[in-house]
Structure formats: structure tokens, C-alpha cells
């Protein structure tokens, strides 16, 4: 039978003492990580903090900006539906004249329609004449 002998002393000693060093390391490392975690965490208040103001003073910009806007849309919509209007007018006031001047001069309109006319059909037909 044999036996075993541990020796205790010379080791164990040493043994320990790595044991205490890995610990102290692990601690070490620990306090690291939280000191970094806090550093971020501090570090993301600031920025969060930051970007809180940075909207606060924006918003209120933002919203007159929109109200501007809007104030624009409207006074191009009013302005459009003026002239547009405007052009109504015009064009019932042109109509007017018009048949107004074909029942007082029934003959002329009849030769200026007829001129027209063929000046438009002599034009269409030199363009379709060039294109051959």
C-alpha cells in the first residue's frame, strides 16, 4: 500500500496566496467595471440632458415655423383663388365684347373667322409638308 503524502505547508502557502492575488484581481476588475459603468451612465445623463434642452429650445421654433407655414399656404390659396377668380371675370367680359361685336358687325366676324381659319389650315399644312 502506498501512500499519499500532500505536503501543506510550502504549497499551501503559495496556494493562497495566488488565490488571494486572483481575487484581488477579480475585485480590481470589478471596480473597473463599475467605475465605467458610472463614468457612461454619467456621461449618457449629460448628453440625454443636453439633448432635452437642445428640443426645448427647438420646439417652440419649430412650431412657429409651422404657424409660418401655414400663414403662407393660406395666402397663396386666398391669392390663387383671387386670380382665378379675376380670370372668370375676364375671360365672361372678353365673351361678352365678342358676341356683342358679332351682332354689331356680323360681317366682319364672319371674314376675320374665315381668315383665321385659313390661317390656321395654311400653317398646319406647311408643317406637315416640312415633316416630309
Known amino acids: 500500500?502506498?501512500?499519499t503524502t500532500t505536503p501543506t505547508t510550502p504549497l499551501g502557502s503559495g496556494a493562497s496566496a495566488a488565490t488571494r492575488l486572483a481575487d484581488q484581481a477579480a475585485q480590481g476588475a470589478d471596480d473597473t467595471i463599475r467605475a465605467t459603468q458610472r463614468v457612461t451612465n454619467e456621461a449618457l445623463d449629460r448628453l440625454s440632458d443636453k439633448v432635452h434642452d437642445a428640443h426645448d429650445k427647438a420646439a417652440?421654433?419649430?412650431?412657429?415655423?409651422?404657424?409660418?407655414?401655414?400663414?403662407l399656404v393660406r395666402r397663396g390659396?386666398?391669392?390663387?383663388?383671387?386670380?382665378?377668380?379675376?380670370?372668370?371675370?375676364?375671360?365672361?367680359?372678353?365673351?361678352?365684347?365678342?358676341?356683342a361685336y358679332i351682332r354689331d358687325e356680323p360681317v366682319k366676324a364672319v371674314l376675320i373667322a374665315a381668315a383665321a381659319g385659313a390661317a390656321m389650315l395654311a400653317l398646319v399644312n406647311l408643317l406637315t409638308r416640312s415633316r416630309h
Open 60 to 71: 417652440p421654433k419649430i412650431v412657429r415655423m409651422a404657424e409660418q407655414a401655414e400663414t
Open 77 to 99: 390659396s386666398d391669392a390663387l383663388r383671387e386670380g382665378s377668380h379675376q380670370v372668370r371675370e375676364k375671360a365672361v367680359v372678353a365673351s361678352d365684347r365678342t358676341i
Open 1 to 3: 500500500m502506498m501512500s
